[in-house]
């Protein structure tokens, strides 16, 4: 008899426990549930925000925005004002290939491409006297950037982009190489070096990639870290993110998380400085870097979606800049990247394909 009611009482007390574990585990379920609805609804504020504008934004900032809103859902809607960014690529790759020819040309493109160089904040005017000692460098990337648009569009053949070859051969004879490895580079130009050498293993130039992370990494040893600046850091983390968003093709496909299981821990380990010291534009492509290697439930994902809503200005319906600037087209690559955080989708769209052979 005290054996039977000793089990009985040992199947109460664990079915209690069942119980108030089932409720908790109920209690989180609501809980994802409803941040899910916030995130949601605060991306699609800011959506519908950017879209009744987009007529009146800068070119640069419509495309940026119906480039990376396509590759979310993969809606027609967006079609034409890429249809419009592949016109003008096109033209322009045209008039830039057969200047290729002119040794004379490539030397004046060089030039520009650091004399025109902006120099407005104070990062700007490092980069610029960085890309002083590497002129032809700083035209060819913005070669390479333009051809890998369109590649990444169907427009790298010979019916859309006739020559296209001698621009190839051209990069070929670049030595990016020196560029991608070297520290004063590096120091003020981090994603842009890793932007720059998975554009080049798009296009079969070269495969700089493992050197440049090798470099990278060299360079901004965690040990490092205490003795960074703020600009410093910061160049550190938007590096990182561009690794993960580049070899993505910026947003067209996930990448492995194996891979980049060394950015990734970082930024999880490191999250509290990183969402102190870097801005919304760098913690949201954090958190990006994350759902691309399909990471979303870890924990980071959270904390930064919920950064982002505390940043969030519901009467703009935007998230405003580090110093309050609410201007849409100052905010477009903010803002654009906010939607993609807060609302990730279960697939990704390349493309959109539009040479004329498709």
């Known amino acids: 008899m005290i054996a039977t009611l000793k ?39 800011i959506r519908q925000h950017y879209e009744r504008i987009l007529p009146d934004l800068p070119v640069d900032d419509r495309r940026h925005y119906a480039q990376r809103l396509y590759r979310l ?48 904040t104070a990062k700007q005017q490092r980069r610029k006297r960085m890309l002083a000692d590497w002129r032809e460098v700083a035209y060819a990337k913005g070669l390479a950037f333009r051809l ?20 190839l051969r051209y990069l070929e004879s670049v030595d990016f190489q020196a560029f991608v490895t070297d ?29 440049a992370i090798e470099a990278f990494r060299a360079h901004y040893p965690p040990e490092r870290d205490a003795t960074l600046s703020r600009a410093s850091y910061r160049n550190k983390i938007y590096g990182m993110t ?6 993505s093709g910026y947003y067209q496909r996930p990448v492995s998380a194996e891979e980049f299981d ?10 509290d400085r990183i969402l ?7 913690y949201t492509e954090v958190g990006i870097s994350f759902l691309l290697a399909g990471r979303e439930a870890d924990p980071a994902v959270r904390r930064l979606r919920d950064a982002l809503l505390a940043a969030y200005d519901p009467e703009a319906r935007m998230v405003p800049a580090e110093n309050g600037s609410l201007d849409p087209a100052y905010g477009e690559h903010r803002n654009v990247l906010a939607i993609m955080l807060l609302d990730w989708p279960e697939r990704l769209y390349p493309g959109p394909e539009l040479g004329t052979h498709q």
């Open 276 to 282: 102190v010291e870097t801005k919304a534009d760098i």
């Open 262 to 271: 060394w950015i990734l821990d970082y930024f999880a380990t490191h999250l």
């Open 183 to 211: 520290p004063q580079v590096m120091e003020v130009y981090a994603a842009q070096v890793a932007n720059l050498v998975y554009y080049l293993h798009e296009l079969g130039v070269a495969d700089l990639r493992e050197a």
């Open 148 to 167: 890998t648009q369109a590649s990444y569009h169907g427009l790298l053949n010979e019916t859309d982009l006739p020559g296209h070859r001698r621009a």
């Open 73 to 120: 859902t993969g809606a027609p809607r967006y079609l034409p004002p890429n249809r419009a960014y592949a016109d003008r690529l096109v033209a322009e790759l045209r008039e830039e290939i057969e200047g290729l020819a002119r040794p004379e040309v490539v030397a004046a493109r060089a030039e520009a491409a650091v004399t025109d160089y902006p120099e407005r």
């Open 242 to 247: 561009h690794f993960v968003i580049a070899a």
């Open 7 to 45: 089990a009985t009482a040992r199947f109460r007390v664990a079915w209690l426990w069942g119980l108030v574990l089932c409720l908790g585990l109920a209690g989180c379920a609501l809980d994802a549930r409803q941040d899910e609805a916030r995130h949601t609804a605060v991306a699609a504020e």
